[in-house]
């Protein structure tokens, strides 16, 4: 077995809106070619540049701000600190002219204001793109072409990449998504059989033994305070959504609702009663997915669509279970590490053993599986065993089979948003039906996520994020 293991930082990163696979991903993507020609010296000679977009990427980029992710990409942003004001000013410059200074980033480090530029600049822009919706590379459908050439023809360089899910990227001939994997783990799994069984022998929880695995590339307090910084940025993505107000982006006209249930809840529930736990969770699951939309910053968990999910049931954790809501700080901070650490030791399942990807397999590798992934959370911070915590992550993914993923106009609000908040309300329920039982049930985990892999795999392409079927063909955009 190979002793290796995908962080915790890996499944959580921090990002931007509206897609990780969609946005996130090609931009990697884009930022990765460019900085290929920068290590080989060859930007500056660069005179003119393609990208070709193929399968799901060109199906449904425009919803999803595919295009635009990608100039800024080769602009030189990332999505860990993108400034998205200066990149949208950027991008909105790039639409007037059609041009784009490579790597001209505005930075700090390079003296602000966009200067000085790294690069030539270059006719490239979301107009001059070509799509191929209907041409699926064999790797996987999220393919994205990048060729430079030089003044004279020839070619400096031609790469191309896959946004596989959860924002990785892999180019093609490469084995792996990178990514910061792990590498010589103490506990290695590559089952949820595994998982436990390795937990069980070395006596410690499941959140415990991720951790152990994480040591090999952080210490402690840096994976506490990695978590903890996650946290704080979930905890901002859902304040700037609650001041958000209209309607979302794109032809659909979707108003915001989080900012108005806010104010209700907060007038309707000031005492934090239990009667109004699953409103506050569809609150939360309400405004990340709504923020992520507007193309704000947000934690992929484990994707972007799914975004909503895991601070939703975090949200439940921290307020209403009665162990943690009046614990003080110290207390509080533990449960909610090995809340993240537990829902990734899932996390990794899925990607090891499926997907995540809502274009390879359908909406059951998303939501389903950040669904799966918040109940095995919830499951450790109630305490639960092992088994237990197996059990809660099956339930959820049970009842998440065969979802399918059908984003009307290609944009990532219906059905995204409401569904994150259903999944959620999945992941407290499993959670809470794992807890009755003493850990020992009929259909394990990783039957559960065979079965997501074989029923994504038999899916109609209709059904993996083209919106070429389901509600996208039966809801009319207007
Ligand atoms: S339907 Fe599901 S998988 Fe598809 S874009 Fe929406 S959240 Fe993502």
């Given at each position: 077995m190979n002793a290796t293991d995908i962080s915790v930082f890996d499944l959580f990163s921090i990002g931007v809106g509206p897609s990780s696979s969609h946005t996130v991903g090609p931009m990697r993507a884009a930022n990765r070619f460019v900085t290929e020609l920068i290590d080989a010296g060859a930007l500056e000679r660069v005179a003119e540049l393609s990208v070709d977009l193929y399968g799901s990427l060109a199906a449904t980029g425009a919803g999803h701000g595919t295009m635009a992710a990608t100039v800024k990409g080769l602009a030189g942003w990332e999505p860990e600190s993108i400034d998205i004001a200066a990149a949208e000013r950027q991008l909105a410059e790039n639409q007037a002219t059609g041009r784009l200074v490579l790597a001209g980033r505005p930075s700090p480090a390079r003296g602000g204001g966009g200067e000085p530029a790294t690069g030539p600049e270059v006719a490239v822009s979301e107009a001059a793109m070509t799509l191929r919706p209907l041409t699926v590379l064999e790797r996987h459908t999220n393919g994205v072409r990048f060729r430079a050439l030089d003044a004279g023809g020839a070619v400096l360089d031609e790469r191309t990449y896959f946004s596989v899910g959860g924002g990785f990227v892999v180019e093609e001939g490469e084995e792996a998504a990178d990514g910061d994997s792990l590498a010589d783990v103490p506990h290695p799994y590559d089952s949820a059989e595994q998982l436990v069984s390795r937990a069980s022998e070395a006596g410690i929880s499941i959140a415990r033994l991720k951790l152990e695995n994480e040591l090999t590339a952080r210490s402690e307090r840096e994976v506490e305070e990695g978590i903890l910084a996650i946290y704080r940025v979930m905890r901002e993505c859902i304040g700037s959504s609650l001041e958000r107000i209209g309607y979302l982006p794109g032809e659909l006209k979707v108003r915001c609702r989080a900012g108005q249930w806010h104010r209700d809840l907060l007038r309707e529930d000031a005492g934090k009663s239990a009667e109004y736990a699953i409103d506050w969770v569809n609150l939360i699951a309400l405004a990340v997915n709504e923020e992520n939309a507007f193309g704000g910053r947000v934690v992929t968990a484990p994707t972007n669509g799914a975004a909503g999910i895991l601070p939703a049931v975090l949200h439940y954790a921290m307020n209403y279970l009665p162990g943690i809501r009046t614990a003080g700080r110290p207390a509080r901070e533990r449960a909610l590490v090995d809340f993240f650490l537990a829902s990734a030791a899932v996390g990794a399942l899925y990607k090891k053993r499926a997907s995540i990807s809502g274009a390879e397999v359908g909406c059951q590798g998303e939501v389903g599986s950040a669904s799966s992934m918040a109940a095995a959370g919830l499951a450790q911070v109630m305490g639960g065993s092992s088994q237990q915590i197996e059990n809660a992550a099956e339930i959820a993914m049970e009842h998440n089979l065969g979802l399918t993923c059908d984003p009307v106009g290609g944009?990532?609000?219906?059905?995204c948003i409401e569904r994150n908040a259903m999944a959620a309300a999945k992941a407290v329920n499993a959670a809470k039906i794992a807890l009755r039982?003493?850990?020992?049930?009929?259909?394990?985990l990783d039957q559960v996520i065979e079965t997501m892999r074989q029923t994504g795999a038999d899916m109609s392409a209709r059904y993996k994020e083209t919106s070429r079927g389901g509600l996208a063909v039966n809801v009319v955009e207007c």
């Open positions: 944009l990532v609000q219906i059905p039982g003493d850990g020992e049930h009929r259909v394990s």
